[in-house]
């Protein structure tokens, strides 16, 4: 627990001192809160050796009274101090965090990790904004009060007082077991909740697919047996620190027992002064209360420990290395790409290993091969979305890790097959690709991107808005847009993953002219589908198990025996292939 505490304050960072203060407010308000039974302790010590007098009743009343209202100015200042600190708090961590994310390789956001950073964001972190400063107060305050009642029974008799922590040693050593299984629990409900949002976002983003392929009722069955999953999950924690709970209860019942039982035998054997004595029996029902209180919120710790570890998990992803200072020169001698043995893996098992090749200016490279051989890899690491584990990525004659990411990203545009615009006007979202761009500029990327007919044809033109709740455009239609993007933003190197969904035909030829004149004077390295591409290729590269097995032209790779010439046998057969190679 203390453990939680300081790592709840070290997630505090500047506020921490802040909290510290509420800290020492928690106290005094604890201390002010049991005073009252040590002023009724006297009253009655008095009454009972004849000493009370009215001014002595009246005094201690109006002490009583002050520290009633000190109490409560102490409560408020601590509720003050550490309130609004959750809230504030959260709020830089999520922009450390926005900041972190925009630091990790872009390879980092896969479907599974997208669905991990939301759900920490809307779960794990409002969690603990909504109860860790509260839970921090409350704890401290408890814990001041359990301590106090210990110096109270040690002040009355030693024995007390050592009773008291052998029955504190025994409430600890069940907490920690009741901790141990409930961290265990946690972690499961906090990993359910992970997968309860992945599985809802994908319901959400894949609705279209669902109804067309009318998949509503299978897809809905999936998503509702996630619901009861979290359900059961939820109520099996609940369940399983039941008996705990029931554990720690029976201790503090026998606390109290054992307390009073041990008052009356030292006040039997006339070790204790009878004033003392019921002066224990004020305190001794509210002994454990404290205890009882700290651990009937244990629950919720748990919880925010392993919030607090999910937190931490995606803030502990290795950022992106980006100091690099060195520049990408204007023009160079040598190959604009190239890959200098490089060997790559995702985890433990390596992905790409040993790859080398030159892609000279204004040529095309083709990577052609089985699926999961790894041609995305080798077109996402001359991105830099990770960064190579051995070897060299070269742009230009100097390693892309010594330049800096925007300097690398000014000099390539990337096509993917999956298009992304964003909710904006058509306007900008072709004018992010160059941000300064003249409005006629704009017009122009989208004429060569064969777009500008049918943005000309919707109700505002260039202003109208796609993306959700705006005009919803075709699959063919969007992804022209996206080249005019990459057209206006004119980079040298090109990075093209050829389309493999069928769209229709004119979109077909248009998305075609489009690419041709993006890739016009470029550079480019295409993960190629098409038989047309692969013929024009100036080089191929055959990738298949990480590692690049024919490389040549066309002609000459049909002459080997090999994987190529099956390849494109088999693909010359299935009619995609024809239909496509037109
Ligand atoms: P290709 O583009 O030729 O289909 P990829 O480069 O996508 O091949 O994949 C190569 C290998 O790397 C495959 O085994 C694939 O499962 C794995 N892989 C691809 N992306 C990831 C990723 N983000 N994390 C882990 N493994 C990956």
């Given at each position: 627990?203390?453990?939680?505490?300081?790592?709840?304050?070290?997630?505090?960072?500047?506020?921490?001192?802040?909290?510290?203060?509420?800290?020492?407010?928690s106290?005094?308000?604890?201390?002010?809160?049991?005073?009252?039974?040590?002023?009724?302790?006297?009253?009655?010590?008095?009454?009972?050796?004849?000493?009370?007098?009215?001014?002595?009743?009246?005094?201690?009343?109006?002490?009583?009274?002050?520290?009633?209202?000190?109490?409560?100015?102490?409560?408020?200042?601590?509720?003050?101090?550490?309130?609004?600190?959750?809230?504030?708090?959260?709020?830089?961590?999520?922009?450390?965090?926005?900041?972190?994310?925009?630091?990790?390789?872009?390879?980092?956001?896969?479907?599974g990790?997208?669905?991990?950073?939301?759900?920490?964001?809307?779960?794990?972190?409002?969690?603990?904004?909504?109860n860790?400063?509260?839970?921090?107060?409350?704890?401290?305050?408890?814990?001041?009060?359990?301590?106090?009642?210990?110096?109270?029974?040690?002040?009355v008799?030693?024995?007390?007082?050592?009773?008291?922590?052998?029955?504190?040693?025994?409430?600890?050593?069940?907490?920690?077991?009741?901790r141990?299984?409930?961290?265990?629990?946690?972690?499961?409900?906090?990993?359910?909740?992970?997968?309860?949002?992945?599985?809802?976002?994908?319901?959400?983003?894949?609705?279209?697919?669902?109804?067309?392929?009318?998949?509503?009722?299978?897809?809905?069955?999936e998503?509702?047996?996630?619901?009861?999953?979290?359900?059961?999950?939820s109520?099996?924690?609940?369940?399983?620190?039941?008996?705990?709970?029931?554990?720690?209860?029976?201790?503090?019942?026998?606390?109290?027992?054992?307390?009073?039982?041990?008052?009356?035998?030292?006040?039997?054997?006339?070790?204790?002064?009878?004033?003392?004595?019921?002066?224990?029996?004020?305190?001794?029902?509210?002994?454990?209360?404290?205890?009882?209180?700290?651990?009937?919120?244990?629950?919720?710790?748990?919880?925010?420990?392993?919030?607090?570890?999910?937190?931490?998990?995606?803030?502990?992803?290795?950022?992106?290395?980006?100091?690099?200072?060195?520049?990408?020169?204007?023009?160079?001698?040598?190959?604009?790409?190239?890959?200098?043995?490089?060997?790559?893996?995702?985890?433990?098992?390596?992905?790409?290993?040993?790859?080398?090749?030159r892609?000279?200016?204004?040529?095309?490279?083709?990577?052609?091969?089985?699926?999961?051989?790894?041609?995305?890899?080798?077109?996402?690491?001359?991105?830099?979305?990770?960064?190579?584990?051995?070897?060299?990525?070269?742009?230009?004659?100097?390693?892309?890790?010594?330049?800096?990411?925007?300097?690398?990203?000014?000099?390539?545009?990337?096509?993917?097959?999956?298009?992304?615009?964003?909710?904006?006007?058509?306007?900008?979202?072709?004018?992010?690709?160059?941000?300064?761009?003249?409005?006629?500029?704009v017009?122009?990327?989208?004429?060569?991107?064969?777009?500008?007919?049918?943005?000309?044809?919707?109700?505002?033109?260039?202003?109208?808005?796609?993306?959700?709740g705006?005009?919803s455009?075709?699959?063919?239609?969007?992804?022209?847009?996206?080249?005019?993007?990459c057209?206006?933003k004119?980079?040298?190197?090109?990075?093209?993953?050829?389309?493999?969904a069928?769209?229709?035909?004119?979109?077909?030829?248009?998305?075609?002219?489009?690419?041709?004149?993006?890739?016009?004077?470029k550079?480019?390295?295409?993960?190629?589908?098409?038989?047309?591409?692969?013929?024009?290729?100036?080089?191929?590269?055959?990738?298949?198990e990480?590692?690049?097995?024919?490389?040549?032209?066309?002609?000459?790779?049909?002459?080997?025996?090999?994987?190529?010439?099956?390849?494109?046998s088999?693909?010359?057969?299935?009619q995609?292939?024809?239909?496509?190679?037109?």
């Amino acid at each position: 627990m203390i453990a939680l505490m300081k790592r709840i304050l070290n997630v505090a960072g500047g506020y921490k001192g802040r909290i510290q203060l509420a800290f020492l407010f928690s106290f005094l308000k604890s201390l002010l809160a049991k005073a009252p039974i040590g002023m009724a302790f006297l009253v009655l010590t008095a009454f009972l050796d004849g000493s009370a007098d009215g001014r002595l009743c009246l005094t201690m009343g109006a002490a009583m009274a002050i520290c009633l209202v000190l109490q409560v100015l102490c409560q408020h200042a601590a509720d003050r101090l550490q309130s609004a600190a959750g809230f504030m708090v959260f709020a830089e961590k999520r922009m450390e965090l926005g900041a972190h994310l925009r630091k990790l390789p872009m390879g980092y956001f896969t479907e599974g990790n997208i669905g991990k950073i939301s759900s920490v964001l809307s779960t794990d972190m409002v969690f603990i904004e909504e109860n860790c400063m509260t839970a921090l107060a409350d704890m401290m305050s408890y814990i001041f009060a359990e301590a106090i009642m210990l110096a109270f029974l040690f002040a009355v008799h030693p024995w007390l007082g050592l009773a008291g922590c052998a029955l504190m040693l025994l409430v600890l050593a069940i907490a920690k077991g009741m901790r141990r299984e409930g961290l265990e629990d946690s972690d499961i409900r906090q990993a359910q909740s992970e997968n309860l949002t992945e599985a809802v976002l994908d319901f959400a983003e894949g609705i279209g697919i669902i109804k067309t392929y009318n998949l509503l009722g299978e897809k809905s069955a999936e998503l509702t047996e996630n619901f009861r999953e979290s359900r059961k999950t939820s109520i099996d924690f609940e369940e399983n620190h039941a008996p705990w709970q029931r554990r720690l209860n029976l201790v503090f019942g026998l606390g109290v027992a054992v307390v009073v039982a041990l008052t009356l035998f030292l006040r039997g054997r006339g070790l204790l002064d009878s004033s003392l004595a019921v002066g224990v029996m004020l305190f001794v029902f509210d002994l454990f209360g404290p205890m009882k209180a700290l651990y009937g919120q244990s629950s919720r710790l748990t919880v925010m420990n392993s919030c607090m570890d999910r937190i931490e998990e995606v803030f502990a992803e290795a950022e992106l290395s980006d100091k690099g200072t060195a520049h990408i020169p204007a023009r160079s001698g040598g190959p604009e790409v190239e890959f200098r043995n490089v060997s790559f893996s995702y985890g433990e098992k390596e992905t790409l290993h040993d790859i080398s090749f030159r892609l000279e200016k204004n040529q095309m490279a083709a990577l052609v091969g089985p699926s999961g051989g790894g041609k995305s890899t080798i077109a996402s690491l001359l991105a830099r979305f990770w960064d190579v584990k051995s070897g060299q990525v070269l742009v230009r004659g100097v390693d892309i890790r010594t330049v800096p990411l925007s300097e690398l990203m000014d000099h390539i545009s990337m096509v993917f097959q999956r298009v992304y615009l964003f909710q904006d006007t058509i306007y900008n979202n072709i004018s992010m690709g160059r941000p300064d761009a003249s409005r006629e500029e704009v017009i122009e990327a989208a004429r060569k991107a064969r777009c500008h007919d049918f943005i000309m044809s919707l109700p505002d033109g260039y202003d109208t808005v796609v993306g959700e709740g705006g005009e919803s455009l075709s699959g063919g239609e969007k992804q022209r847009i996206s080249i005019a993007r990459c057209i206006l933003k004119d980079a040298p190197i090109v990075i093209l993953d050829e389309a493999t969904a069928s769209v229709d035909a004119d979109n077909e030829s248009y998305i075609q002219q489009a690419i041709s004149e993006l890739c016009k004077g470029k550079t480019l390295l295409v993960i190629a589908h098409r038989l047309n591409t692969i013929r024009n290729a100036d080089q191929i590269f055959v990738v298949a198990e990480g590692q690049i097995v024919q490389r040549g032209v066309h002609e000459a790779l049909m002459q080997e025996e090999g994987i190529y010439r099956k390849f494109v046998s088999v693909r010359e057969n299935s009619q995609g292939w024809n239909s496509r190679s037109a």
